[in-house]
């Protein structure tokens, strides 16, 4: 069946010097993995790096066939064209790690189409925000609502995470980022079934130290 979809990238992994796999979470799909043929040379690799950094937004055509547990993709195209996403290391490295947190996520081929808006509005926002210090903070906060888990400033356990509800919470230190993260780590781990720790989390806190 051919499908025509929004996507967007959560991970390209090689699996040797012919063939990778795209893993994308789609709008009409949900989370569906994809052949990647002709990797060839170095420079191609590095090419395919670049088409497909995390979170990259696409339009995408491709076939899918109910016996097959790896779809072929056919033809993409970038449906929003970052500004300061691809040259601003702070926004990169929150991009992977917010991108690591959905794979390890978002484990069920199940179409969400809310939560892929939700997804494109973070794309957006990590974007185009001036200050995206913050950004994956107010993510790992929003996702958890959207996975039914949601945090409520109001409860007396939740106090350490009242900081983010709180309209001046651009103004965090780096230390608070630190520990809020840390934090929402473990509330990921005690409340998401399954759930891996990102190995972006060491980059996060290094870049963001």
Same mark, same amino acid.
């Given at each position: 069946?051919?499908?025509?979809?929004?996507?967007?990238?959560?991970?390209?992994?090689?699996?040797?010097?012919?063939?990778?796999?795209?893993?994308?979470?789609?709008?009409?799909?949900?989370?569906?993995?994809?052949?990647?043929?002709? %990797?060839?040379?170095?420079?191609? &690799?590095? &090419?395919?790096?670049?088409?497909?950094?995390?979170?990259?937004?696409?339009?995408?055509?491709?076939?899918?066939?109910?016996? &097959?547990?790896?779809? #072929?993709?056919?033809?993409?195209?970038?449906?929003?064209?970052?500004?300061? $996403?691809?040259?601003?290391?702070?926004? #990169?490295?929150?991009? $992977?790690? %917010?991108?690591?947190?959905?794979?390890?996520? /978002?484990?069920?081929?199940?179409?969400?189409?809310?939560?892929?808006?939700?997804?494109?509005?973070?794309?957006?926002? $990590?974007?185009?925000?001036?200050?995206?210090?913050?950004?994956? /903070?107010?993510?790992?906060?929003?996702?958890?609502?959207?996975?039914?888990?949601?945090?409520?400033?109001?409860?007396?356990?939740?106090?350490?995470?009242?900081?983010?509800?709180?309209?001046?919470?651009?103004?965090?230190?780096?230390?608070?980022?630190?520990?809020?993260?840390?934090?929402?780590?473990?509330?990921?781990?005690?409340?998401?079934?399954?759930?891996?720790?990102?190995?972006?989390?060491? %980059?996060?806190?290094?870049?963001?130290?």
């Amino acid at each position: 069946m051919n499908v025509s979809t929004q996507a967007i990238v959560l991970h390209l992994a090689k699996v040797n010097d012919k063939v990778a796999i795209l893993h994308l979470f789609t709008r009409d799909h949900g989370r569906v993995p994809y052949y990647i043929y002709g %990797i060839g040379s170095a420079h191609k &690799r590095n &090419r395919l790096a670049q088409l497909f950094m995390p979170l990259t937004l696409l339009d995408i055509e491709a076939v899918h066939l109910q016996n &097959r547990d790896i779809q #072929q993709l056919k033809e993409f195209t970038p449906s929003y064209v970052a500004t300061q $996403l691809n040259s601003d290391i702070r926004r #990169q490295t929150e991009a $992977l790690f %917010i991108a690591e947190m959905l794979f390890n996520t /978002l484990v069920h081929p199940m179409p969400d189409p809310i939560l892929f808006d939700f997804l494109t509005e973070v794309v957006h926002h $990590l974007d185009q925000r001036p200050d995206p210090e913050n950004v994956h /903070l107010e993510f790992l906060v929003s996702f958890l609502e959207q996975l039914g888990f949601g945090i409520d400033p109001d409860n007396p356990s939740h106090r350490l995470f009242r900081p983010l509800f709180d309209e001046e919470h651009k103004d965090l230190t780096r230390l608070q980022r630190q520990v809020l993260l840390r934090a929402l780590m473990d509330y990921y781990q005690q409340h998401v079934p399954a759930f891996r720790m990102p190995h972006s989390l060491d %980059i996060m806190t290094q870049v963001f130290a």
